[in-house]
């Protein structure tokens, strides 16, 4: 059998288990280390032995309804290359929106950032990377996911201060801006989410209480006390969250100004709060 004919096969497979097909090739090519055309040359060839152990051992995981970024070991977020695996959730292209946005809204030496709710690190790392004279803070609930954060950083040679802290509790220091993308997901939407997100990824980091506000409301009622006269705030939200985080801002920071912004696809991804 042929490398197209093998693909053709598994691929069927994993869409009769709800699985995308795509996901199949992406993993194989990340493995093998291929570039399209590597792949597309080898089309009419037998498949080798070690390719085929390969092929199944990739199939048997997508089944199972793993994430293709945590069988590769990898994720591509901007221009960085970040180790994942099943302690942090895998970033997401809408986060990258996020810290575009930031960049593009600050351009200050010298700001203070802190990220809550790090996970692998990419908002954190991203920040610093892009802009070196940033005192950049990360922290997460999680340590195991700090593992990871630090991991990340040290690859991606930038200096970031990593902390476990469940939100506020052991942060001691202003900030000129406080960046989170928290879990947001509520519990009853469960059907809402993929199956290998389901399956795979951190539940502590995708579920919150409150409606999926819990932890939006813990950062907006505790941030007077952590930023600077003139901080911001940034928020990565769920598509139908933009109003009533806003409206919690606007209760706790009457004075700033708020706003709602959409993501590439026209959906509300984004709170501000700034001084207008």
Do not use: C
């Amino acid at each position: 059998m042929n490398y197209a004919q093998l693909f053709t096969h598994y691929e069927e497979e994993l869409e009769a288990v709800g699985e995308d097909r795509e996901n199949l090739l992406f993993v194989f090519r990340e493995l093998k280390e291929w570039n399209n055309l590597d792949f597309l040359l080898q089309q009419s060839q037998e498949v080798t032995q070690a390719d085929q152990e390969l092929l199944a051992a990739i199939v048997d995981k997508l089944k199972k309804h793993q994430s293709p970024q945590y069988i590769t070991g990898k994720a591509y977020f901007r221009d960085l290359v970040l180790t994942v695996d099943e302690r942090v959730l895998i970033p997401r292209p809408e986060t990258e929106e996020l810290v575009d946005l930031i960049l593009a809204e600050n351009s200050r030496a010298g700001l203070s950032i802190l990220d809550i709710g790090t996970g692998s690190g990419a908002i954190a790392i991203s920040l610093k990377q892009s802009q070196p004279g940033w005192r950049v803070s990360a922290l997460d609930i999680s340590s195991d996911a700090l593992v990871v954060a630090e991991q990340n950083a040290q690859v991606n040679h930038v200096d970031i201060d990593f902390l476990q802290s469940d939100v506020f509790s052991d942060v001691t220091d202003k900030f000129d801006i406080i960046v989170s993308n928290p879990p947001y997901i509520s519990r009853s939407n469960k059907d809402e989410v993929g199956l290998n997100v389901l399956s795979s990824e951190p539940h502590l980091a995708l579920f919150a209480d409150d409606d999926g506000y819990a932890i939006y409301r813990k950062i907006i009622e505790e941030a007077p006390a952590y930023l600077t006269e003139q901080g911001k705030l940034y928020f990565e939200i769920g598509y139908k969250q933009g109003q009533m985080v806003a409206q919690m801002i606007t209760a706790n920071f009457p004075q700033k100004r708020v706003r709602v912004l959409q993501d590439t696809f026209g959906k509300d991804r984004m709170v501000v709060m700034d001084n207008g």
